[in-house]
């Protein structure tokens, strides 16, 4: 099988805040979860603290970063949401997530149509072997099974995938495994399309959330209640107030204290 080797390096694209921040986490010390990976937004630690988001969407600079489709895409792939059967040599994973807005605003009903080499590195040709396409539920989630991608030369561990909004342009990426020697040296690799991987028994189970650059409005129960958030104000389950430009609905009534800022305490405050 010949390697992606041949591939272009991807394009040059305006450098965000985060996306220089999330190189730099992934190259020193980013947050982990059990099994090692960046972590999710949704995603939080043992402290009760949340984590840096991969990729985030809390400051609409940062939708999911696209990359080359590579030699080995087939149209047609069919509907599945599983890539294997309980003999399909490999390691079990499954990867879930969701799907955003710009807005952090999950879309239903998005195409991802995924491909991804087998267990020795080679894809198939002549068939639809870990090929397969599937559309967000009405929360804007997906649920892949399959097993950790092989290795083969030129290229390190990783999952092709194509993300589609009903009548909006495809996205075409690629999702990266954490802790891989081989992503040091593979020119594609890009830290922000890191799965957050951990080790479940004899599996592994990966979630990623992608962005797709499309402007959301607010709905006409979305506008903020309570202003932006401030501390010494006393709030109300239910109140909503904006913080960074994010929207955030009260969950427990409380005053508000410095370092309680709604990101910082997922027990007070949940986005949206």
Request: some cysteine.
């Amino acid at each position: 099988m010949n390697p992606e080797a041949s591939d272009d390096l991807p394009n040059s694209r305006r450098i965000s805040r985060k996306s220089i921040l999330k190189a730099a986490l992934v190259a020193t010390a980013a947050p982990l979860l059990a099994g090692g990976g960046v972590a999710l937004a949704r995603d939080a630690g043992s402290n009760g603290a949340p984590l840096t988001p991969t990729p985030a969407c809390d400051d609409g600079d940062d939708p999911t970063p696209p990359q080359m489709e590579g030699p080995y895409f087939k149209p047609n792939s069919p509907l599945r949401t599983s890539l294997v059967t309980p003999s399909t040599p490999g390691i079990p994973l499954t990867v879930s997530g969701y799907v955003f807005g710009r807005a952090c605003k999950p879309i239903p009903g998005v195409l991802l149509d995924f491909w991804q080499a087998d267990t020795n590195g080679g894809y198939d040709m002549s068939g639809f072997g870990f090929r397969g396409h599937q559309f967000t539920d009405t929360k804007g989630a997906f649920s892949l099974t399959t097993i950790v991608a092989g290795l083969y030369p030129g290229r390190t561990r990783h999952i092709h995938v194509k993300v589609q909004a009903p009548g909006r342009p495809v996205l075409t990426t690629q999702l990266y495994f954490p802790d891989e020697p081989r992503n040091n040296t593979d020119a594609l690799f890009d830290p922000e399309l890191l799965m957050n991987v951990r080790n479940v028994g004899n599996g592994r189970e990966g979630t990623f959330d992608f962005v797709l650059d499309i402007a959301q409005t607010p709905g006409p129960t979305d506008p903020p209640t309570g202003g932006t958030w401030a501390t010494g104000t006393s709030y109300r389950a239910g109140d909503r107030v904006t913080h960074g430009g994010v929207a955030y609905r009260c969950l427990q009534a409380h005053v508000a204290t410095a370092g309680w800022e709604p990101p910082n305490v997922p027990a007070l405050w949940e986005r949206g």
